[in-house]
């Protein structure tokens, strides 16, 4: 908050207010814009708010991981009056050396000059299983193969305390193919149908780790069928024809290769029984073991399984994503190298011999995208009929689509999927709440820019006047300014390049409902690909049956506003609902990273399930 204010002195006060870093109580503090035009090709500022929260949830999962020896920052993203600020604690040593020289493992220029370390790789692949995440060649600018097991914007800087730490972890999962055009690539027909590739504001849209691991648990499920059936066919035609069989005839299961089939299909094959799934596990280890014990022929049932759900092994199950592939780069013409190599993808290039391990990556980041909206979004709504979740605001209703791996870019999706089914009556509590979450999610993007542009002393002003445009009834609220005496004349040079961005601090005065409103369907529309019949709160309220003192709620609790506890007249055309007097605060809204004891947590999980297992 005071640096925001202002009320803490940059590091690099020469600079422009929006490039200037933080340091307080050891904590460094930077601002979500694009300084530098780091972000110029993947979005600028708008990619520049959204790396801070990839970068959060990279940071939380390595937690998770917890590898001995691997160390994260402490890293808390702040969203205040309209702005993003990351702290995290500060490298021991990093500020008495150039950034050039600290990097020993990724990169610092998105991939043009790649280095890497051996310890890293040591301490990285012991988190590539449990997060899915393949160890993959890349090339540097000099056309060298570079070994990584991250993506390239994963830096790796040993401290002074010799512990070996890793930043910038905001490209830690794969990207999502639906809202990430790329010239060249058609997308399945599940994706296609529903309207994707959607082009989206910026090119750091990631899968979350959720539905990853759904992923790969759904294509397990369908790697024992694969492998069950083909060993029942197997059984079934020595049965009839024993003899081919023992001359090394060809089978049912040997042809299976040439067309696998769907991975999407696959849940069709219910036939498969218990003991042949057991038969396949046991088999599956035998192989992974490679004592020699099993046949030749069970290891080609194993390896046509893998082969068919996308396998980066031949003998087991296992499923990892290249970070790195479709990464945004640097599409501009005269690129120098960006098409010099086959295999080589924007500002990320592969060496010739990973071509077909990049075709088959590329396929299942397809996969998991059309996975996405053909097995996890009717899922939701599904459980959603049968009471299985009960969503009782937006905040529940986000965290069991997160829960799924649903991010809430497609809140417009889940919410056309719910028109459209036979259950529509029984969900109509969970439309309400889903189009209540799209308005208020879409008043916030609005108020983030309305806000940057407003000074300290007319922020109550500003924000009842934004909350009278959005909730009042009343047809013409005006703006009360800050009277001049509170607005002090003599600005230093720090307080008149502030608020970063904002030439005109009375420009949200002018605001207007039929303004706002219709910038909200506007929003509504580009970021959820979601059409809003309504141009004011009353036609809002009257079409979907909102409540207003709901819509309140909610957009307080998303932007940090306290309101005085009273009851509000929303409808009184006569007077605005809301006065400079009822705003009485605005927090900052925080993300973080709960620390937590796994070995403590894993022993608290496992007695839970005992408890309820009446052991």
């Known amino acids: 908050m005071a640096v925001i204010d202002g009320n803490v002195m940059a590091i690099n006060p020469s600079e422009e207010t929006k490039m200037q870093m933080f340091i307080w109580n050891n904590i460094f503090f930077s601002l979500g814009f694009d300084v530098r035009d780091h972000y110029k090709d993947f979005g600028g500022d708008v990619a520049a708010y959204v790396a801070p929260t990839n970068d959060l949830n990279g940071v939380r999962t390595y937690n998770v991981v917890d590898v001995e020896g691997l160390y994260t920052l402490g890293t808390v993203v702040v969203d205040y009056r309209g702005y993003r600020v990351t702290a995290q604690s500060i490298i021991p ?46 090339l540097n600018d000099r056309d060298e193969e570079v070994e990584l097991c991250s993506s390239v914007e994963c830096k ?12 910038d972890l905001l490209r830690t999962f794969p ?46 499920l369908l790697f024992m069928k694969l492998a069950a059936l083909q060993l029942m066919q197997q059984k079934a035609s020595q049965l009839d024809t024993p003899s081919s069989l023992e ?9 299976k290769p040439e067309n696998p089939p769907r991975p999407e299909a696959g849940s069709e094959e219910e036939g498969s029984s218990a003991s042949g799934l057991a038969k396949v596990k046991e088999l599956a280890e035998t192989i992974a073991a490679d004592d020699g014990t099993a046949d030749p022929r069970s290891r080609e049932v194993i390896r046509n399984a893998c082969k068919a759900v996308g396998s980066i092994s031949s003998t087991a199950f296992d499923i990892r994503f290249n970070p790195d592939i ?36 590329k396929q299942l980041l397809k996969d998991a995208a059309a996975f996405l909206l053909s097995c996890q979004i009717p899922g939701l709504v599904k459980d959603c009929t049968e009471h299985a979740v009960l ?69 109550s002003a500003a924000i009842s006047h934004f909350l009278n ?29 502030r608020p970063p961005g904002a030439s005109d601090n009375t420009a949200w005065a002018v605001m207007t409902p039929q303004e706002l409103w219709r910038n909200i369907c506007q929003e509504a529309k580009n970021y959820f690909d979601f059409s809003l019949e309504c141009e004011t709160v009353d036609q809002a309220v009257e079409t979907y049956g909102l409540q207003k003192i709901t819509l309140l709620r909610e957009i307080s609790l998303k932007t940090g506003i306290q309101v005085l506890l009273k009851e509000y007249s929303f409808d009184s055309r006569h007077k605005p609902t809301f006065t400079e007097e009822d705003v009485l605060n605005i927090f900052p809204v925080v993300k973080h990273v709960n620390p937590k004891a796994s070995d403590a947590f894993h022993f608290f999980q496992s007695g839970q399930a005992k408890v309820q297992q009446g052991v």
């Open 469 to 497: 445009c959005f909730l009042s009834s009343y047809p013409n609220p005006v703006a009360h300014l800050p009277a001049d005496e509170l607005v002090s004349k003599k600005r230093s040079k720090r307080r008149k390049n």
């Open 326 to 361: 479709f990464s945004p780069g640097r599409w501009r013409a005269g690129h120098t190298g960006a098409l010099r190599t086959g295999a080589s993808l924007g500002g990320v290039r592969f060496p010739e011999s990973c071509q077909d391990e990049v075709r088959d990556q």
């Open 156 to 167: 790796g800087i040993i401290g002074n305390d010799g512990r070996h730490y890793i930043l």
């Open 247 to 255: 001359n090394g005839g060809p089978s049912s299961m040997e042809s």
């Open 175 to 220: 990207p999502d193919l639906n809202f990430l055009p790329v010239p060249g690539e058609e997308l399945p027909e599940e994706c296609t149908r529903a309207g994707f590739p959607h082009a989206h504001r910026h090119k750091l849209c990631c899968l979350r780790q959720e539905l990853v691991d759904a992923f790969v648990e759904h294509r397990y």
């Open 391 to 459: 969503p009782m605001d937006g905040a529940t209703l986000a965290e069991v689509m997160r829960q799924r791996g649903i991010n809430m870019r497609y809140l417009g999706k889940v919410l056309e999927l719910v028109l459209r089914s036979p259950a529509r009556q029984q969900l109509d509590h969970v439309y309400k709440i889903g189009i209540g979450e799209l308005i208020t999610r879409s008043a916030k993007h609005i108020f983030k820019t309305y806000l940057q542009g407003v000074e300290l002393s007319g922020l």
């Open 93 to 138: 040593g990093i500020l008495e050396r150039d950034q050039e020289q600290s990097v020993i493992y990724g990169s610092i220029d998105f991939g043009k000059t790649v280095v890497s370390h051996p310890r890293y790789l040591e301490l990285l692949e012991r988190t590539s299983r449990p997060l899915k995440i393949l160890r993959h060649r890349v």
